[in-house]
Antibody, heavy 119, light 108 residues
């Protein structure tokens, strides 16, 4: 089964930027649509962004639209989330997630990476 | 945006008991409904998709039902590893994909 390994979290000041990465263990990555989901401390799950298998279609939650950019490099089996203009309310654990074929449920998740926005 | 509402927020049960968790959508989502389990410090784990299809490797004691706006997840004969938070998710009316606020299952 494919595994997703995340990196790139950390502490950043308000207004700053951060890029998250999510590397898939198998080259079947190119056949899978992907999303980013986050979870603020003690809170529930919030879907953030979706990207199609080829990268040509992307969607965003209103809370991050215009600030975050999802992308992928299928040759490197890597998913990215570029986060700009970060705010305190962006503090959360961020997960990448693979969608089930022909479904938008997610059957494989990364381990999560913590992003803390604070001065 | 389709709002997902789960009930109850918290449930306290004993090992071996059975439980049914509820999830209601603010509008019909057909059968585009998934259930996830999240244990403390772990990523969510897909249990059910398409309202009633068990994901790979999920034990038969987990079952999902419903369509339209009302859905349920039943766990029969609770085991210690089942005490966790459960989320429903709709993926019919999207973007955005939306989650319920979660139901916490506690050991009595």
């Amino acid at each position: 089964e494919v595994q997703l390994l995340q990196s790139g979290g950390g502490l950043v000041q308000p207004g700053g930027s951060l890029r998250l990465s999510c590397v898939a263990s198998e080259h079947s990555f190119s056949r899978d649509a992907m999303s980013w989901v986050r979870q603020a401390p003690g809170k529930g799950l919030e879907w953030l962004s979706y990207i199609s298998r080829g990268g040509g279609t992307t969607y965003y939650a209103d809370s991050v639209k215009g600030r975050f950019t999802i992308s992928r490099d299928n040759s490197k089996t890597t998913l990215y989330l570029q986060m700009n203009s970060l705010r305190a309310e962006d503090t959360a654990v961020y997960y990448c997630a693979k969608h089930v074929t022909e479904s938008l449920s997610s059957d494989v998740w990364g381990q999560g990476t913590m992003v803390t926005v604070s001065s | 945006e389709t709002v997902m509402t789960q009930s109850p927020v918290t449930l306290s049960l004993s090992l071996g008991e059975s439980v049914t968790l509820s999830c209601r959508a603010s509008q019909s989502v057909s059968n585009k409904l998934a259930w996830y389990q999240q244990r403390p410090g772990q990523a969510p784990r897909l249990l059910i998709y398409a309202a009633s299809t068990r994901a790979t490797g999920i034990p038969a004691r987990f079952s999902g039902s419903g369509s339209g706006t009302d859905f349920s997840l039943t766990i029969s004969s609770l085991q210690s590893e089942d005490f966790a938070v459960y989320y429903c998710q709709q993926y019919d009316d999207w973007p955005p994909i939306t989650f319920g606020q979660g139901t916490r299952l506690e050991i009595k």
